[in-house]
Structures are given as structure tokens and as C-alpha cells.
């Protein structure tokens, strides 16, 4: 008789019935999971997956990225190994308690300014080279919408979104779901007068996707650094 060994999450790893299956990919969310990476329920069906997390960084240039919705610290952590300086905003406490965690586990904590606060109210304040918006997409159930619309983004409609994050600068990033209105993402770029450049991008983790990135303005076609 053989024994087949099934590994399974333990209950201080924040899973629920709804996350399990998100256990199964840590690898893939997280390379270094296993020293010590946190995370809770919104954060295992939140969290960028760290290949695309790593491209996010390596279209953002060298300078100061403002992560407007940071979570757990996926994208936060990778913005850090590759750029100057990064300001990680989430209004949950605890996701901010969790994103340092992490963040020291890849040994970065100290390029990341965290701030618990609401992005829209600290927006007018905020200086960067580059704004990058991953906010929430009400939850797991977007995949369930034959079109993603973008006044389904949370806690606002991505337009006034957009609007605010360029107020900051033009060279905004926006990971958004798969099945998301691809005409509405385009409107966004004529928002600005001039339109601003526009890149999509197809993000696939092996063979599956699993999101998409517009970058607009000076960051839009610029070759990885
Ligand atoms: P998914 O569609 O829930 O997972 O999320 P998956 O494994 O593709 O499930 P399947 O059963 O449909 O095949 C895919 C990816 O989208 C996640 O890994 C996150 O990076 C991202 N994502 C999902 N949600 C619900 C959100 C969200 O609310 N906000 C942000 N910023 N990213 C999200
Ligand atoms: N990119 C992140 C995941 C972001 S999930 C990662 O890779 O880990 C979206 C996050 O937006 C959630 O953690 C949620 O707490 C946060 N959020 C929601 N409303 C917000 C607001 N008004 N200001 C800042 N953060 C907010």
C-alpha cells in the first residue's frame, strides 16, 4: 500500500471555504511564501500574482511609484526591488500590518513609505513618477459578469478614479479584470486633452489569464527597465 501525502492549508494562514483554492497557486502569488508570508481572505483573492507583479515593475521606471491600493504588498514589494521609492496606501490596517510583513520577508520594508488611509482623500497630497491602481473588483464573483464595466470598480467608478489619479501625474498604471470593457479603457486615455498614449497587456500566470494592464501617458510602450 502507498501513502499519498495531501497538503493542505493550515487554519493561521487566513483561508476560507471562498480562498482555498488561491492556497493551491501561493507559489505563484508569493515565490518566498514559505518564509513567513501573511495574508487574509481579501488578500489571497486580491493579491497580484509575482510574475505580473514583477512586469508592473519593470514598465514603471526608477522613480517614485504611488501604490494607491497596495493590500497585501504584492505589487508594493515588487515596485520596491526595482524602483527608488514606493508609497504603499491601503485603508485597512490590517492590510498594511500584513503588506510590511511581507515586504520584510523579501527584505524591502525599508524603500516602502506605508500609509493606512483612504487614496481619495490623501490623492491631493501625494507627489510620484508613476500611480499604479489595483483597487478592489467587488470581489471574486467579477469573473461571474460577461463585461466588466468600469463603474464596478470599488470604492469609486474608475473614471473618477482616473481623474483623480491624474491630477498626480499622467503615467498611470490600472490592473483590471480580464473581462473588463476594453472600449471604456480606451476612453479613459481621451479623458486628457491630449489623449494620452495607451498600452494594453494581456497578464498570464503559465497558460492562464488573469488580468489586464493599461499603462497610459510616457509609460505606455516603453521597454521594460
Ligand atoms: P480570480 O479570477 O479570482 O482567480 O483572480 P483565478 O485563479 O483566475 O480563478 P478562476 O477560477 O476564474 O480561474 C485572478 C487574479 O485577479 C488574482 O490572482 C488577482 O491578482 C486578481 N484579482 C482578483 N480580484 C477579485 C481582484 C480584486 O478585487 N482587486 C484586484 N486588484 N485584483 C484582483
Ligand atoms: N495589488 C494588491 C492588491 C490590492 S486589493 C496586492 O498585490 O497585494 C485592493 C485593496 O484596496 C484592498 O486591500 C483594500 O483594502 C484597498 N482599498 C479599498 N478602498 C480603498 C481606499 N479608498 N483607499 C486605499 N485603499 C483602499
Known amino acids: 500500500m502507498s501513502l499519498v501525502k ?32 501573511k495574508m487574509d481572505e481579501e488578500g489571497w483573492f486580491s493579491v497580484t500574482p509575482e510574475d505580473i507583479a514583477v512586469r508592473h515593475a519593470e514598465r514603471s521606471g526608477t522613480g517614485t511609484v504611488i501604490d494607491c491600493f497596495s493590500g497585501v504588498g504584492g505589487n508594493a514589494i515588487q515596485f ?23 515586504a520584510k520577508i523579501y527584505g524591502v520594508e525599508d524603500y516602502i513609505d506605508f500609509i493606512v488611509g483612504d487614496f481619495f482623500q490623501l490623492a491631493p497630497f501625494l507627489k510620484g513618477d508613476v500611480v499604479f491602481l489595483s483597487p478592489p473588483w467587488g470581489g471574486p464573483t467579477y469573473s461571474t459578469i ?14 473618477s478614479m482616473f481623474q483623480v489619479a491624474q491630477k498626480i501625474t499622467h503615467n498611470i498604471i490600472m490592473f483590471l479584470p480580464r473581462n473588463v470593457d476594453l472600449n471604456q479603457v480606451e476612453e479613459l486615455s481621451w479623458l486628457s486633452s491630449p489623449p494620452l498614449n495607451l498600452e494594453i497587456e494581456d497578464n498570464y500566470v503559465e497558460s492562464y489569464l488573469k488580468g489586464i494592464t493599461a499603462y497610459f501617458g510616457d509609460i505606455a510602450w516603453r521597454s521594460p527597465t
Open 146 to 159: 460577461d463585461t466588466f464595466t468600469l463603474d464596478l470598480l470599488k470604492p469609486k467608478d474608475g473614471y
Open 80 to 102: 520596491a526591488r526595482r524602483c527608488y521609492h514606493v508609497v504603499a496606501i491601503d485603508i485597512d490596517p490590517q492590510k498594511v500590518e500584513l503588506a510590511f510583513n511581507n
Open 6 to 37: 495531501v497538503s493542505r492549508p493550515s487554519a493561521s494562514e487566513g483561508i476560507s471555504p471562498r480562498t482555498a483554492k488561491y492556497w493551491y497557486h501561493r507559489y505563484s502569488l508569493f515565490s518566498r511564501y514559505d518564509d513567513g508570508i
